[in-house]
Every structure is written in structure tokens, then in C-alpha cells.
């Protein structure tokens, strides 16, 4: 099995460490900057690192990971899955919408897997959300709230708004795209949406020009309403979620790294600590990946996941721009079949 690494910042450079942990050996990369090249051949031994993923793919690959910018997402992946890959590409699947329905056609063609990494539904609060909504511990959802925030700079301290791209609108940075994993998950537990408004702007001084605040209310298809803060702003980094269930609710933050679920039957709280390594998140979701491919199962996070994440932000993008709710049209579609 040989994977190609399309793209060794620091994504790219996380998950060639974690592939070679879980026994990986054939390992292949690219970048279109020499020192990350250099470095990643030296600090996790590969024989070969190449300039352009033409080069990465050109040498028979199984499996390529797309760890680029996300306006290089889509053109890598088709180069990837033309030459015959099952791909796992890093969230957000993309910047827009554009190219995605050719890229997920193509790989159905050929039966190839995509998985989009959507980390998060592999960190255990998270899984334990879901499964506490399953169980019906709090009834028929009704309302939901998911928190992001953090500071820009924060994220990777050695760079500045030149050379990284979530500075730039251009190459898919801000805080809509990359704090999509609240939209993914919350879809992970609720189903899809069907109508999105939004505010998607900048509201603080960073010298960026892609959104560094988005606030997004969304209907789902079961009729759940619920709230995403996104921000680049805040200097606190904390992710939170909210459930508000007809028995009861389930709420959890990286503040105190506690599920805690009120029942209303009891009127009790029970909270459970769901702290957890860092990196364990990543290598579940790669330990599952791997997984797919030796057995052929669908992923966990399909590439029409992460296309359904997009059409949210598209819509949101679209409804902050025209200042009103926009319907999403695959969920209109479904609707009146
Ligand atoms: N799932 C997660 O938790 C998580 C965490 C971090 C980043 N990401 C995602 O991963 C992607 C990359 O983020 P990052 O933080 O690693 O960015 P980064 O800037 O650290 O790395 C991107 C790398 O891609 C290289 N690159 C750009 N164009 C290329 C091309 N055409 N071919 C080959 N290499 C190219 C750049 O030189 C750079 O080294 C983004 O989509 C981001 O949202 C996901």
C-alpha cells in the first residue's frame, strides 16, 4: 500500500507521522516549498518527496491525502483520483461547490473511497454526544447551539498573514471554512439543513481579508433550529456544543472537558470527563480510514458529507451577502421527491 502526501504543512506533516505510527511504510510526499519537502524527508526518513503531486502520483500510489489550502483541494484530488487513488482529503472538501460533483462522480465511477477529515466526530465528547442522542436520553431534539472560537495568530504563531493561508480569502482561509466541523457534526447528529442565515464578515483588526467571524442560524430537516459561533478572535481557544432535548439536555466545552446531561425526568445532572490526548483524535480517524480501505467500507465522513457541509457555507456566504435566509436546494429537491 502506498499513500501519497499531497501538501506537508502541518496537517500533512501530522498525519505522515501518525501513518507511519500505525505501520504505514510506503509513504510518498509533496509540496510546492522546498523545506517542507526537505523536512519531512528528514525528520520521518521518506525516500522520496516530490515538487508536484503529478510527481507524487506518477509513482503508483493506492491512496493520497490532500492537505493543501482548500482552493488546492479539488484540482489535487481529481489529479489523485484519475491516477487511480482512494483519497482522503482534509476538510473543508473544498473553498466552493465548484468541481465537486465531477470529483465525487468520478470516484463513484471507479469505486474509489473518499473520506473528508472531519476529525471530530472521532474526539470522544463528541461520540459521546451522539450516542446519548441516539439512545434518546433527551428525546426529539429541538434546539442546538455549537461554540468556536480562538485567535488567528495563535494557530501557527511563526507565520504571518502572508504566508498562511486562513489569513486569505483567496486560498479558502476564515473562520466559516475552517470551523465547518461544527456544521459537520452537528449534521452527524441531527441530520441535514435545509435553510441558513448569516452574518459572515470581519469584525476585528487582524490584517486578513476572509472572514474572521461568522454567525449562522440553520433549520435542519427534522425541524431543529440551531446556533453556530464561529471566530478568529476570541483569545480564550474554546469549542463548545449545546443539545436541548424535549427530556432533557446535553451540553460540553474544552473549558472543562465534560458530556454533562440533564435529565428531566430525574432533574439531575450526570457529567462525564472526556479529556483526551490531542493527537488520539487524529490517529482514530486514520486507524479508520486504514480500515476502509483494507475492507472496502464507506467512511464515516463521505465525500457527500463534506459537499453538504459546502452547500451550507455557500448558503450562508450567499445569505449574509443578500441579507436573507436561503432555502439549500438539495434539501428543497429531496423534499418535494
Ligand atoms: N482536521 C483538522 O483538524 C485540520 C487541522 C489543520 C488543518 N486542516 C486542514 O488541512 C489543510 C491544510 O492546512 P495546514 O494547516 O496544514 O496548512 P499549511 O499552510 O500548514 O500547509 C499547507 C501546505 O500545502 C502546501 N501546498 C500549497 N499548494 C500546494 C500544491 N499545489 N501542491 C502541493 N503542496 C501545496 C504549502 O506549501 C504548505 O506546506 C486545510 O484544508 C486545513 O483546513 C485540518
Not at 43 to 72: H, I, K, M, W
Not at 274 to 282: F, G, K
Request: proline share 3%.
Amino acid at each position: 500500500m502506498r499513500i501519497a502526501v499531497i501538501g506537508c504543512g502541518s496537517i500533512g506533516k501530522r498525519h505522515i507521522q501518525n501513518l507511519k505510527a500505525l505501520g504505514v511504510k510506503d509513504l510518498v510526499a509533496c509540496d510546492v516549498r522546498a523545506d517542507r519537502r526537505n523536512e519531512v524527508a528528514e525528520r520521518f526518513g521518506l525516500a522520496q518527496t516530490y515538487e508536484d503531486y503529478q510527481g507524487a502520483l506518477s509513482d503508483g500510489a493506492n491512496a493520497a491525502f490532500v492537505c493543501t489550502p482548500p482552493v488546492f483541494h479539488m484540482p489535487a484530488a481529481m489529479a489523485a483520483a484519475r491516477a487511480g487513488c482512494h483519497l482522503f482529503i482534509e476538510k473543508p472538501l473544498s473553498s466552493t461547490l465548484e468541481g465537486v460533483d465531477e470529483l465525487l462522480s468520478l470516484c463513484e465511477e471507479r469505486r474509489l473511497l473518499v473520506m473528508t477529515g472531519y476529525n471530530m466526530r472521532f474526539w470522544a465528547p463528541i461520540v459521546q454526544i451522539k450516542a446519548l442522542i441516539q439512545a434518546g436520553r433527551i428525546g426529539r431534539v429541538l434546539t442546538g447551539r455549537v461554540g468556536m472560537s480562538g485567535y488567528l495568530p495563535d494557530f501557527h504563531p511563526s507565520e504571518g498573514p502572508r504566508e498562511y493561508f486562513m489569513f486569505q480569502k483567496a486560498l479558502g482561509g476564515g473562520a466559516l471554512l475552517d470551523m465547518s466541523h461544527g456544521i459537520d457534526f452537528m449534521c452527524w447528529f441531527l441530520g441535514r439543513i435545509e435553510a441558513v442565515s448569516a452574518f459572515h464578515e470581519r469584525v476585528g483588526g487582524l490584517e486578513m481579508d476572509a472572514d474572521d467571524t461568522t454567525l449562522l442560524l440553520a433549520r435542519f430537516t427534522s425541524g431543529a433550529l440551531v446556533d453556530f459561533h464561529f471566530d478568529l478572535l476570541g483569545r480564550a481557544p474554546r469549542k463548545s456544543c449545546e443539545v436541548i432535548g424535549e427530556q432533557g439536555t446535553i451540553t460540553w466545552d474544552t473549558v472543562s472537558h465534560e458530556v454533562r446531561a440533564y435529565d428531566a425526568q430525574t432533574a439531575r445532572w450526570t457529567a462525564t470527563s472526556c479529556e483526551v490526548a490531542y493527537n488520539e483524535v487524529y490517529l482514530a480517524e486514520l486507524r479508520h480510514f486504514l480500515e476502509c480501505l483494507a475492507q472496502g467500507k464507506t467512511p464515516m465522513v463521505t465525500g457527500a458529507d463534506g459537499k453538504h457541509a459546502l452547500e451550507v457555507i455557500e448558503a450562508a456566504r450567499r445569505s449574509a451577502q443578500e441579507g436573507r435566509v436561503i432555502q439549500l436546494a438539495s434539501t428543497a429537491a429531496a423534499a418535494v421527491r
